[in-house]
């Protein structure tokens, strides 16, 4: 009784992970997150359709907004086996992206950027798993992305492959009925470029309203150092 307890205050920094968000609830996120290359907006929203589906939106807006991705999903979580939750899901989405490429107009004149543009969609596949623990609880969440970007230019460029994975491993702990602490691990290979990072963050529930914040670090390509707000509201 006090893990299901525990579970239904769990704030949300897990997205409900493998958990089915409550029929008729809502939840919604933005997140802030900053960097020496500028900040990237992350927006999250989930709506419990039954008991058993959830429906979605996830996405993100780059740090030098030339990068829009927005995915709508449906997760279907299955009955619970103990203290393990499972779930799947899947959702289309779409993407706008704008290439630079920098053209050096003589040897010692100006460099001139031109704006390449790619607009494209993907499918999303996911699966979840969710474990609550006495005081806190584990999550793993699965995604694989495949799609096509095509070229606006004209005339057109060749066309371009998406096919991004992407795993998260979190643990969550509560210290108090309104702090927990929150420790994750993110591996991600996005088209062909794999990177790894590591965040520690907490989330402070000030009733239906949680404020998060969070330091991640990365390793392998990009080693830059992130720092996140967020703010997720329950409905």
């Not at 070229?151 to 998406?162: A, F, K, Q, V, Y």
Request: glycine share 14%.
């Amino acid at each position: 009784m006090r893990v299901l307890l525990l579970l239904l205050l769990l704030p949300a920094s897990v997205h409900a992970g493998a958990w089915a968000r409550g029929e008729g609830e809502t939840f919604a996120s933005l997140g802030l997150e900053g960097k020496s290359s500028g900040a990237t907006l992350t927006f999250y929203g989930e709506y419990g359709y039954s008991d058993r589906i959830t429906l979605g939106v996830d996405g993100f807006l780059s740090e030098d907004n030339t990068t829009l991705s927005a995915v709508a999903f449906a997760r279907y979580t299955f009955p619970s086996a103990g203290a393990n939750v499972w779930a799947v899901s899947g959702g289309l989405g779409g993407e706008y992206r704008i290439d630079e490429r920098e053209q050096q107009l003589v040897a010692d004149g100006p460099i001139t950027v031109v704006d390449q543009p790619r607009m494209g969609a993907f499918l999303r596949i996911g699966g979840h798993y969710g474990r609550g623990l006495e005081n806190g609880w584990l999550a793993a969440d699965f995604s694989y992305d495949i799609g096509k970007l095509l070229s606006l230019d004209n005339p057109p460029r060749p066309d371009e492959d998406i096919q991004r994975v992407k795993l998260d491993l979190t643990y969550g702990r509560r210290v108090s009925d309104k702090l927990s602490v929150i420790g994750q691990v993110f591996l991600q290979d996005y088209d062909g470029t794999a990177s790894q990072s590591v965040q520690v963050g907490s989330a402070y529930s000030l009733g239906e309203t949680t404020l998060e914040g969070g330091v991640r670090q990365g390793f392998g390509p990009s080693s830059e150092t992130t720092l996140k707000l967020g703010l997720w509201q329950r409905f």
